[in-house]
């Protein structure tokens, strides 16, 4: 053990000695670490951001077909639902002993490619995204007339709406029909998420229907025109809804729920898990995931290679530091232990350097992303995958620092204790 630790006493002198030369190897390894940990990182919490999208909530109820179409739908608002839900079974559903809370969800207009969201108070009380995050505005307040909208962060940055703004809805997704007639005024304006959340605007229920009464089939009742501010003397109670976001008081009565919903007999249903939904979905893209490991993982096997090419090299310089050791009584075995230390140290030090540089990143970066793109990447304890890829590069060091240290054992076998010109 003395020896050990004499040995590695030297390496980490005869590395300091060599500092000017070695310090654009650490440089390249800690690059490397930091590229591929932050991959890692990226990847692992943008998986988090995707699947709790929606968070907190334990089913989400549509007509019955396809969950996976229900979810991409009434969460990311792709694609078209096959059928709407009856209010009144959403009132039935809600009113359960069992159910906490209920979010109605309803789409189908929008406004400049953004969809429409018409929902209740509760969206902005219940509804939580990456893991318990609530939905906060960053000016104004939530809808109270049946003409005010609440834009998402992404609507009003690339919008230029501000406060008290005056907008009108499009018919559909596609904006070719507008109802000029009743125009809505910007009451809110969200906080950024990096969900869904920021890409929407947010109505009532009662709005919803307000804009539809003259309305039939997807175009205007010919001769027929409610002005807007005659549309409080209608009945403005919505007669079916996209889906209903469901929270239960306890988590253990899910499948019960789920079960009760999927058997309905007033009403084809389907209640769907979004965890089990949106894990599912994400692994249908584990390809980007994989091309980005790909891409780092070359970047890593660039620097080691130039850590072994920089020992090979420095190793005809170092032919009589490793003579005089010989004739000091070290072994050729010594000699492969002490640059094997060397290459050890040499990772070591390029994973610390690339683990702070990687936090100081992370600390700047963060904050910015989350309010700037709602993207949140922060600060947390190594994951057992991140201490994975830690030992896999330091082993990987390790191993390619023997390249140059088999070499030294062969020069030292030919040199002995002179070194031969």
Same mark, same amino acid.
């Given at each position: 053990?003395?020896?050990?630790?004499?040995?590695?006493?030297?390496?980490?002198?005869?590395? &300091?000695?060599?500092?000017?030369?070695?310090?654009?190897?650490?440089?390249?390894?800690?690059?490397?670490?930091?590229?591929?940990?932050?991959?890692?990182?990226?990847?692992?919490? +943008?998986? $988090?951001?995707?699947?709790?999208?929606?968070?907190?909530? $334990?089913?989400?109820?549509?007509?019955?077909?396809?969950?996976?179409?229900?979810?991409?739908? /009434?969460?990311?608002?792709?694609?078209?639902?096959?059928?709407? *839900?009856?209010?009144?079974?959403?009132?039935?559903?809600?009113?359960?002993?069992?159910?906490?809370?209920?979010?109605?969800?309803?789409?189908?207009?929008?406004?400049?490619?953004?969809?429409?969201?018409?929902?209740?108070?509760?969206?902005?009380?219940?509804?939580?995204?990456?893991?318990?995050?609530?939905?906060?505005?960053?000016?104004? *307040?939530?809808?109270?007339? !049946?003409?005010?909208?609440?834009?998402?962060?992404?609507?009003?940055?690339? @919008?230029?709406?501000?406060?008290?703004?005056?907008?009108?809805?499009?018919?559909?997704?596609? %904006?070719?029909?507008?109802?000029?007639?009743?125009?809505?005024?910007?009451?809110? !304006?969200?906080?950024?998420?990096?969900?869904?959340?920021?890409?929407?605007?947010?109505?009532?229920?009662?709005?919803?229907?307000?804009?539809?009464?003259?309305?039939?089939?997807?175009?205007? +009742?010919? %001769?027929?025109?409610?002005? /807007?501010?005659?549309?409080?003397?209608?009945?403005?109670?919505?007669?079916?809804?996209?889906?209903?976001?469901?929270?239960?008081?306890?988590?253990?009565?899910?499948?019960?729920?789920?079960?009760?919903?999927?058997?309905?007999?007033?009403? #084809?249903?389907?209640?769907?898990?979004?965890?089990?939904?949106?894990?599912?979905?994400?692994?249908?893209?584990?390809?980007?995931?994989?091309?980005?490991?790909?891409?780092? &993982?070359?970047?890593?096997?660039?620097?080691?290679?130039?850590?072994? @090419?920089?020992?090979?090299?420095? +190793?005809?310089?170092?032919?009589?530091?490793?003579?005089?050791?010989?004739?000091?009584?070290?072994?050729? &075995?010594?000699?492969? !232990?002490?640059?094997?230390?060397?290459?050890?140290?040499?990772?070591?030090?390029?994973?610390?350097?690339?683990?702070?540089? +990687?936090?100081?990143?992370?600390?700047?970066?963060?904050?910015?992303?989350?309010?700037?793109?709602?993207?949140?990447?922060?600060?947390?304890?190594?994951?057992?995958?991140? &201490?994975?890829?830690?030992? #896999?590069?330091?082993?990987?060091?390790?191993?390619?620092?023997?390249?140059?240290?088999?070499?030294?054992?062969?020069? @030292?076998?030919?040199?002995?204790?002179?070194?031969?010109?």
């Amino acid at each position: 053990m003395s020896r050990f630790c004499y040995l590695l006493n030297l390496a980490g002198k005869s590395a &300091w000695n060599r500092r000017s030369t070695l310090v654009l190897v650490v440089f390249s390894i800690a690059l490397s670490t930091t590229l591929l940990i932050g991959i890692e990182r990226v990847r692992s919490q +943008l998986r $988090d951001s995707f699947v709790q999208a929606v968070s907190g909530t $334990d089913l989400v109820v549509g007509a019955r077909g396809s969950g996976l179409q229900l979810m991409l739908y /009434a969460i990311f608002h792709l694609g078209g639902a096959a059928n709407n *839900m009856g209010w009144d079974s959403a009132q039935r559903i809600a009113a359960r002993n069992d159910v906490a809370w209920a979010i109605p969800i309803s789409l189908g207009d929008s406004h400049k490619g953004f969809p429409v969201v018409a929902t209740t108070q509760n969206f902005f009380t219940h509804y939580r995204y990456q893991r318990d995050k609530e939905v906060h505005f960053f000016q104004g *307040m939530p809808f109270a007339g !049946i003409f005010d909208v609440v834009l998402g962060a992404e609507v009003a940055k690339k @919008s230029g709406y501000f406060l008290g703004e005056k907008l009108t809805l499009s018919h559909g997704t596609g %904006g070719h029909s507008e109802h000029a007639d009743k125009p809505f005024a910007v009451t809110g !304006i969200l906080a950024p998420t990096g969900t869904p959340v920021d890409t929407s605007l947010y109505i009532s229920l009662e709005a919803m229907e307000a804009i539809h009464l003259d309305w039939q089939g997807g175009a205007p +009742l010919p %001769g027929f025109h409610i002005q /807007a501010e005659q549309v409080g003397k209608f009945n403005l109670a919505p007669k079916s809804i996209t889906a209903l976001l469901v929270g239960l008081k306890s988590r253990v009565r899910v499948f019960a729920v789920q079960r009760d919903i999927n058997n309905d007999t007033q009403e #084809a249903l389907m209640g769907v898990m979004p965890g089990v939904v949106l894990d599912q979905l994400w692994d249908m893209l584990h390809t980007g995931e994989n091309a980005l490991l790909i891409i780092s &993982w070359m970047v890593t096997v660039t620097g080691l290679a130039g850590l072994a @090419s920089v020992i090979l090299a420095g +190793l005809g310089e170092r032919r009589r530091e490793l003579a005089i050791l010989r004739s000091a009584g070290a072994s050729p &075995w010594d000699i492969v !232990i002490l640059l094997a230390l060397e290459g050890l140290l040499l990772m070591l030090t390029g994973v610390l350097c690339g683990m702070a540089l +990687l936090c100081v990143l992370i600390a700047v970066l963060g904050p910015i992303l989350a309010e700037s793109y709602g993207i949140g990447l922060y600060l947390s304890p190594l994951e057992s995958g991140e &201490w994975a890829l830690l030992g #896999a590069i330091v082993t990987a060091g390790f191993l390619t620092s023997l390249i140059p240290a088999l070499r030294a054992y062969r020069i @030292s076998l030919m040199d002995g204790l002179s070194v031969s010109r």
